[in-house]
């Protein structure tokens, strides 16, 4: 009894260190890149950028230059800014289910285990500029072209992602499953979607940079509207300070949009040990 009470009671100081670094952790996390991001800034509207790396102030204008042409074109960056989105998430929650469930599918009935895996890396290794021009020409001007790159290149990274999860289950779990006379679908619902969840949240904080560049460049070949018709229109009259102006917007969105799934991630497996 001794024994475990000073274990216990050696055990606590070190949940408080632990419970302690947290918030320090946090705030690390969030003040570090900020503190970067502040120094880059600073340099390059102090101009020691354009001297060292031979950059024109026309081509690659201040921060401040960036920040007031967004700031006075803001309804029109910000338009085609939701219509890129309306695409990017709806591909995105398409693809990443679809890639999900063909990955369930694929490894209950073993129907296609060695096709699958394979047809999702060939999707994945085609450029995007070669499968683009091909589904405006079918699909048209409007959102379902985009929408369809989209879904096809989230699909096929789920689909790696959540198979190699699915499969990377410890032997002795599954014969534990297999003794207490569990179904192929028990132990898939109790066993191998818990384990592949860190693959799962992997596929889809990846998905979020392939369904914001898909669908921009997706819009190069053609639409109605979104950041890619916008960024065309402002090269064209060579406004490059509304150019950056956009990529900002969308880097911005990028950020909020993966920082979302990062904390649904941690809601969804803080069991898991790298979580912890």
């Known amino acids: 009894m001794s024994a475990s009470v000073a ?3 050696s055990g606590q100081p070190a949940r408080r260190t632990s419970s302690g670094r947290r918030p320090a952790q946090v705030a690390l996390r969030i003040v570090a890149p900020l503190a970067a991001l502040a120094v880059v800034l600073s340099l390059w509207q102090s101009g020691l950028f354009y ?12 921060p ?13 960056v910000w338009h085609a ?3 890129t989105l309306v695409e990017a998430v709806v591909g995105y929650l398409l693809g990443s289910a679809a890639g999900f469930g063909i990955a369930v599918l694929v490894t209950a009935t073993g129907v296609g285990r060695r096709l699958a895996p394979g047809l999702a890396g060939a999707l994945n290794a085609v450029p995007i500029v070669a499968t683009a021009p091909v589904a405006v020409l079918y699909l048209g001007y409007g959102g379902a072209s985009k929408i369809a790159i989209v879904t096809i290149l989230t699909a096929a990274v789920m689909l ?3 198979y190699k999860g699915l499969n990377s289950v410890d032997a002795d779990h599954l014969s534990l499953m297999h003794s207490y006379a569990a179904t192929r679908w028990q132990t898939i619902g109790k066993l191998r979607i818990p384990s592949a969840l860190p693959f799962v949240f992997t596929a889809l904080k990846y998905n979020v940079t392939l369904a ?4 921009i460049i997706a819009e190069f070949f053609g639409g109605y509207g979104g950041v890619g018709i916008e960024m065309i229109q402002a090269l064209s ?4 300070a509304q150019v950056w102006a956009a990529m900002l917007l969308v880097g911005v969105t990028g950020i909020v949009w993966y920082e979302l799934v990062t904390a649904l991630e941690w809601g969804c ?3 898991y040990p790298s979580a912890r």
Do not use: H, Y
């Open 64 to 76: 401040t230059t960036i920040a007031s042409t967004l700031s006075d074109n803001w309804s029109v």
């Open 237 to 240: 009259a060579f406004s490059m």
């Open 160 to 162: 790696l992602n959540a």
């Open 51 to 62: 001297s060292l790396f031979g950059l024109q102030e026309f081509t690659v204008p201040k």
């Open 7 to 9: 274990g216990s009671d």
């Open 269 to 271: 497996s803080r069991w």
């Open 81 to 83: 800014q939701q219509t």
């Open 212 to 215: 914001l560049v898909g669908a």
